[in-house]
């Protein structure tokens, strides 16, 4: 197994790093956004506070449970029930009062072929979920 790390561009968000870690850091706001998921990539998603599940066309269920909260900064997210660790943490730095830029990094230990069948996947999956989380009107949740 090799550690593999994939990260987003770094997104601009309209909006002050408070309101948008307060509406990332409770998973239950994912309501809002069920609408901007591709129901052809997620179905069955399912969330509380500190947890989201969901099912992943070819792939099967995932889970997530948030591990850490560094208030206005970084959120850390841990796989649940999976045979292979996968962390997923958002970063998020205010420039000024209604600029916010944030990075989503993803770290999974992944076998060879595992990563060899999905490699492309987390590199595009990873880039597109920030691009998603950056278009949210966080101002509204």
Same mark, same amino acid.
């Given at each position: 197994?090799?550690?593999?790390?994939y990260?987003?561009?770094v997104?601009?968000?309209?909006?002050?790093?408070?309101?948008?870690?307060?509406?990332?850091?409770?998973? =239950?706001?994912?309501?809002? $956004? +069920?609408?901007?998921?591709?129901q !052809?990539?997620?179905?069955d @998603?399912?969330?509380d506070t %500190?947890?989201?599940?969901?099912?992943?066309?070819?792939?099967?269920?995932?889970?997530?449970?948030?591990?850490?909260?560094?208030?206005?900064?970084?959120?850390?997210?841990?796989?649940?029930?999976?045979?292979?660790?996968? =962390?997923?943490?958002?970063? $998020? +730095?205010?420039?000024a009062?209604? !600029?916010?830029?944030?990075? @989503?990094?993803?770290?999974? %230990?992944?076998?060879?072929?595992v990563?060899?069948?999905?490699?492309?996947?987390?590199?595009?999956?990873?880039?597109?979920?920030?691009?998603v989380?950056?278009?949210?009107?966080?101002?509204?949740?």
């Open positions: 197994m090799s550690q593999t790390t990260e987003s561009s997104k601009a968000i309209s909006s002050n790093e408070e309101v948008v870690f307060r509406a990332l850091s409770n998973l =239950n706001n994912l309501e809002a $956004l +069920k609408s901007r998921i591709p !052809d990539k997620l179905e @998603l399912q969330f %500190d947890s989201v599940s969901f099912n992943v066309a070819g792939i099967g269920r995932i889970g997530f449970r948030i591990i850490d909260r560094e208030p206005n900064k970084t959120i850390k997210f841990e796989t649940e029930n999976s045979p292979i660790t996968v =962390n997923v943490w958002i970063q $998020l +730095k205010q420039l009062e209604n !600029d916010t830029r944030m990075k @989503l990094t993803l770290r999974a %230990d992944l076998p060879s072929m990563k060899i069948m999905v490699d492309k996947k987390l590199k595009d999956g990873i880039e597109q979920i920030a691009t989380l950056a278009a949210v009107p966080y101002a509204n949740i």
